[in-house]
């Protein structure tokens, strides 16, 4: 018999046929779509620095959730920008603070939709820093305490998922403990594990208005550089602290830490798809570098394709609302 040539093209002929043995599906459930809480009454305002993202007052955001919610996108993230700011963070705790209440009013409406809330200090102290100052350094176990009455706070309110991103030692743990000891059993936690001090917070610290007064965030997020195997440790050590969720942040320079993390690991895996990777596409696009729905989409294949079951990004609503997946 002749040798037939190998057609692997056979394969890639029609859409039909290219979604049929593609194996790497986007799904509306795979999304988390975050949200900027601000003060006020009536506010919908444009954030400058993250093309088509809005600060919300807590009264216009239940409205956003719903919208979010109908489209099948299954979680928001909420990200709150307080009243005032102190040494200690005051504010993040605050029964009756930014998230605490956006929290409420969007339970009260679309009870359904599960509420994730960022745990950290930066939008809260003077200093912009993810823990409080003490000597000029961070201190990470008072840090903790604060952190654990924040998620408990935010539990009080009706959160499902909290989401420590402050990168602190044994903050899982501690947090884990407070939510017990208060009844929220039920509250799921989903630690930043591996977080990076990364170029691409940059919209993000505007829009929530968190950068550091000083200094950085180097002594506490994860070293660009450094191995996957403090990666694997961080990850590790959350879920031994109880994570239930663990993610990697940012996604598209961590790629590689995503697929060992998957491999490794048998909690889900959530992936950030942060504002400056967000703004990259929007940016570029803009000034016709490439088009704009084709670029997103190899990106979000390329987190999914890695290994993450959860993708947190800005584009969630777009691409649902749009039907592109
Ligand atoms: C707060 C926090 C940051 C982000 C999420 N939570 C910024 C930072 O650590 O400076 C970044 C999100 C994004 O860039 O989209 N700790
Ligand atoms: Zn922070």
Redesign the pocket.
């Known amino acids: 018999m002749q040798n037939l040539p190998v057609r692997i093209r056979r394969l890639r002929k029609s859409d039909s046929m290219r979604r049929l043995v593609r194996g790497v599906n986007l799904s509306a459930d795979n999304l988390v779509y ?1 949200l900027f809480v601000c003060p006020g009454k009536g506010i919908k305002k444009p954030i400058q620095s993250m093309t088509d993202c809005f600060h919300f007052s807590p009264d216009k955001i239940a409205d956003e959730a719903k919208e979010i919610f109908n489209l099948g996108i299954p979680a928001v993230l909420l ?1 709150g920008l307080p009243e005032k700011k102190d040494s200690k963070g005051s504010d993040a705790f605050n029964d009756n603070g930014i998230v605490q209440q956006a929290v409420k009013n969007i339970k009260k409406v679309v009870p359904d939709l599960l509420v994730i809330t ?1 745990v ?1 200090l ?2 809260y102290t003077d200093t912009g820093h ?1 823990g409080i100052i003490k000597d000029k350094k961070v201190d990470n176990d008072a840090t903790c305490e604060i952190l654990a009455k924040v998620a408990v706070s935010h539990a009080k309110a009706g959160a499902d998922i909290i989401a420590p ?3 602190m030692d044994g903050r899982v743990g501690i947090i884990r403990k407070a939510l017990d000891e208060n009844g929220f059993i039920d509250t799921a936690i989903m630690s ?1 594990s591996a ?1 990076y001090a ?1 170029a ?6 505007d829009a ?1 208005d ?3 007064a000083f200094g950085d ?1 180097k002594t506490y ?1 994860m070293d660009i550089a450094a191995s996957a195997k403090q990666a694997m440790r961080e990850i590790e050590l959350d879920i031994k602290e109880g994570a239930d969720i663990v993610m990697i ?2 996604a598209l320079c961590f790629l590689d830490i995503i697929f060992q993390a998957k491999q490794r690991f048998d909690v889900p895996i959530a992936a ?7 703004m990259m596409i929007n940016s570029a696009s803009r000034q016709g570098v490439f088009d704009k729905k084709s670029a997103m989409m190899e990106t979000l294949y390329a987190i999914k394709r890695a290994g993450a079951d959860i993708i947190i990004t ?1 584009f969630a609503k777009e691409i649902v609302k749009n039907k592109i997946i």
């Open positions: 975050p990200f960022d950290c930066c939008a993810c991103s402050d990168m930043y977080k990364s691409f917070y940059g919209p993000f610290r929530a968190s950068a550091p965030r997020q942040k940012p950030f798809n942060v504002s400056g990777e967000y800005y």
